[in-house]
């Protein structure tokens, strides 16, 4: 009986880490994805309100 108990709690602790590790991946993802994102709407309005100061800088918004 109580190697039954051991067992079934070892796969519980086990699935809970699985699933923890699945969340933390899905979190960096959506994280990555929205920082892309930013990096790009800034690079896009850079671009737009600031076209001379990239020129005269000569470097994008991922050196500085």
Known sequence: MLSIRIKKTNRYY???KKISRLKKASIDK????????VQQKTKSFRDHYFPDELKRNNRTFNEI
């Open 14 to 16: 086990s699935l809970r």
């Open 30 to 37: 959506k994280m990555n994805t929205l920082l892309e994102d």
